[in-house]
């Protein structure tokens, strides 16, 4: 990239690098907090070669890994109930978003994290 002087650099977050829990998430948390920190400052670096850098940060969205607590209908109500348009996300979601940051479309947008969560870090 650096040598082609263009490239597009995209990392995934999570709306837990903003937002705790009461829950036993301080790895989690801090290592996508940490990957923010990351997104911004290779953007400070490396926007000099014509390399965007920027990350998507999700709220939930269904995975192998998480299936257990979407599946519990008292977990799924309270979690959409604490996002504005009332769903979790989907891999579609992210598909679009990250489409749009690996595209031509941000060739001036770099070091942002776009939060696709819904609307949920704005109402916490």
């Known amino acids: 990239m650096i040598d082609q002087r263009y490239g597009r650099i995209l990392s995934v977050s999570s709306v837990k690098s903003l937002i705790g829990t009461d829950q036993d998430y301080i790895a989690y948390c ?9 997104t911004k400052q290779l ?10 850098v920027n990350a998507i940060a999700p709220t939930f969205t269904r995975t192998a890994i998480n299936s257990f607590q979407l599946d519990d209908p008292v977990f799924y109500k309270n979690l959409i109930n604490r996002i504005p348009l009332g769903r979790i996300c989907t891999t579609k979601d992210l598909a679009y978003a990250a489409l749009f940051f690996c595209s031509d479309a941000v060739e001036f947008i770099t070091g942002q994290i776009l939060f696709v969560d819904g609307g949920l870090t704005s109402k916490q």
Do not use: Q
């Open 43 to 52: 953007a400070c670096e490396w926007g000099k070669y014509g390399i965007t």
């Open 30 to 38: 801090a290592s996508k907090g940490a990957v923010n920190m990351y």
